[in-house]
């Protein structure tokens, strides 16, 4: 029978007590994560915004606002989570009026010992967070989903990019 492979909990010590991950030893590499999510909205909400008839603003200019300083705040929020040199940050939004969605997509770069997959989920989910909170004095069934990783570079793991689409 074969032995099953134990994976090593790199965020506990031999005590089980937390600890950040001991990156001192890891090359400086070029980091790339893309992450995308979506907002779904009332025809009237998806209307309001593309029009930027909202009475906060413009949604979607805030929101990348929002998004890149969540990326640039993932270490404050996320335990655990190493802080960065982030070199860019860049967050677009695909309109689809057909089904009144949002799409958030989201690149984070950085040079750095640990990867940005974190960074660029966060700048995606504070995006959404914020269409949220600017449009729902009118909409209160906003639906935020499918927030995943597309794709990451750099590092001892290599390359990886997501298969399918959510």
């Not at 209307?47 to 200019?61: A, H, R, T």
């Not at 935020?144 to 750099?154: A, H, R, T, V, Y």
Request: charge should be positive; glycine fraction near 6%; hydrophobic fraction near 40%.
């Amino acid at each position: 029978m074969k032995k099953k492979k134990v994976m090593k909990l790199t965020h506990f010590d031999k005590k089980w007590k937390s600890q950040m991950v001991d990156v001192s030893g890891k090359d400086v590499t070029m980091r790339l994560a893309r992450a995308s999510g979506r907002v779904l909205l009332k025809p009237e909400t998806f209307k309001m915004i593309k029009n930027k008839n909202i009475s906060k603003g413009d949604v979607l200019e805030v929101a990348r606002l929002a998004g890149i300083m969540g990326a640039k705040r993932t270490s404050e929020l996320i335990p655990l989570c190493h802080p960065l040199k982030i070199t860019s940050v860049n967050i677009d939004f695909k309109l689809d009026n057909k089904i009144n969605m949002i799409e958030i997509q989201s690149t984070v770069k950085a040079n750095d010992k640990t990867g940005v997959e974190m960074e660029a989920l966060a700048a995606v989910s504070i995006a959404a967070l914020t269409i949220y909170d600017m449009c729902k004095s009118v909409d209160r069934e906003i639906e935020i989903k499918n927030i995943f990783l597309m794709e990451k570079s750099g590092g001892k793991s290599g390359h990886f990019k997501r298969r399918r689409n959510s």
